[in-house]
Nanobody
């Protein structure tokens, strides 16, 4: 089992920045690729970004490319999502997830473990 706990969400004005953190505990963090997803009311959970086990490869949804950066710190068992130039349409609950596939997959079905989510609200 892997336990994931997100933090760092909040209320920010459009154009602002937030940095989300996801702390992992349980099994070896380095064995898992990590993903960030988000979900708005009435919408399906959508892929945001992913990072592979080593941290050497990343993958972003087109909607956040150039604005968001995913990274990981193996010493702290933590994955981050730096969000810049935020837009009102980025408002959602953000979830981190851990998966065992060796490739980056923008699909919820590829991830085995999920955090409880953290709310991000961007005001216009």
């Amino acid at each position: 089992q892997v336990q994931l706990v997100e933090s760092g969400g909040g209320l920010v004005q459009a154009g602002g920045s937030l940095k989300l953190s996801c702390a992992a505990s349980g099994r070896t963090f380095a064995n898992y690729g990590m993903g960030w997803f988000r979900q708005s009311p009435g919408k399906e959970r959508e892929f945001v970004a992913a990072i592979n086990r080593s941290g050497g490869s990343t993958y972003y949804a087109d909607s956040v490319k150039g604005r968001f950066t995913v990274s990981r710190d193996s010493a702290k068992n933590t994955v981050y999502l730096q969000m810049n130039s935020l837009k009102p349409e980025d408002t959602a609950v953000y979830y981190c997830a851990a998966g065992t596939l060796p490739i980056l997959v923008p699909d919820t079905r590829a991830y085995n473990y999920w955090g409880q989510g953290t709310q991000v609200t961007v005001s216009s």
